[in-house]
């Protein structure tokens, strides 16, 4: 693994990456469409994960051809997110290692996500991590969400560093493409959830964030 320039800065998704809230979202589709008789096609799930929260509902309605608005669907879907949260949120696995050794390293972090900031506000306190970051950037923060660069090249912004000297870690197939377009140096980081999303242009694929690699490689990059 090599890459041109040092980093400096770490930018994370929230959703999948650091939080286990994909489960969560879930349940939440699975939910809604059962309450339209519908079930929650795994390809309806790939296309709708790492996108903004309407115009995932957005995409949810054109394709089970619903006769509702988006903003009524995106309400009932928050009302059940809200509702699940409290006894399903956890971390994903290495969280806690990646922030202690980003702090003994003195590198910047921030959270980049597709979730309003509400949730994110809300989840990243619940667990502790909204403390260790430098700040959190939203899909409401910028013109355009994932997978649009936008949300990474206001995270390099916000850290003061360019984005080829970021590394941006993502779980989802948006994200990464996303990642990828601001210039950052992605890595993809899937989960059970997104086992299948393609992360063509991803500098590498980690199984997890304690993939040893992956750790090997930042000693020598930062």
């Known amino acids: 693994m090599q890459w041109s320039d040092p980093i400096r800065a770490v930018a994370f998704d929230m959703d999948g990456l650091l939080l286990n809230t994909e489960e969560v979202y879930l349940d939440v589709g699975t939910i809604l469409l059962q309450r339209r008789g519908r079930s929650y096609r795994p390809e309806l799930r790939r296309g709708m994960m790492g996108l903004p929260g309407k115009l995932a509902i957005e995409?949810?309605?054109?394709?089970?051809?619903?006769?509702?608005?988006?903003?009524?669907?995106?309400?009932?879907?928050?009302?059940?997110?809200?509702?699940?949260?409290?006894?399903?949120?956890?971390l994903m696995p290495g969280v806690l290692e990646a922030f202690d050794w980003l702090e003994r390293h003195g590198l910047p972090?921030?959270?980049a996500t597709s979730s309003r900031r509400m949730f994110a506000d809300d989840c990243l306190t619940r667990v502790g991590l909204k403390e260790r970051l430098q700040f959190i950037v939203t899909a409401e923060d910028v013109p355009r969400g994932k997978p649009h660069p936008d949300i990474y090249q206001a995270a390099a912004?916000?850290?003061?560093?360019?984005?080829c000297e970021m590394l941006a870690l993502e779980d989802s197939g948006?994200?990464?493409?996303a990642a990828i377009s601001s210039g950052a140096c992605a890595i993809a980081v899937p989960g059970a959830?997104?086992?299948?999303?393609?992360?063509?242009?991803?500098?590498?694929?980690?199984?997890?964030?304690l993939d040893?690699?992956?750790?090997?490689?930042?000693?020598?990059?930062v």
Request: with cysteine.
């Open 59 to 90: 995409l949810m309605i054109r394709e089970e051809q619903l006769d509702e608005a988006a903003d009524e669907l995106l309400e009932e879907s928050d009302n059940l997110f809200l509702e699940l949260l409290p006894a399903r949120l956890g």
């Open 109 to 111: 972090c921030c959270v």
């Open 157 to 163: 912004l916000g850290m003061k560093v360019t984005p």
């Open 174 to 177: 948006h994200g990464c493409r």
């Open 193 to 209: 959830h997104s086992a299948d999303h393609v992360f063509d242009g991803a500098f590498y694929i980690a199984q997890t964030l």
């Open 212 to 221: 040893p690699k992956l750790r090997d490689w930042l000693e020598r990059a």
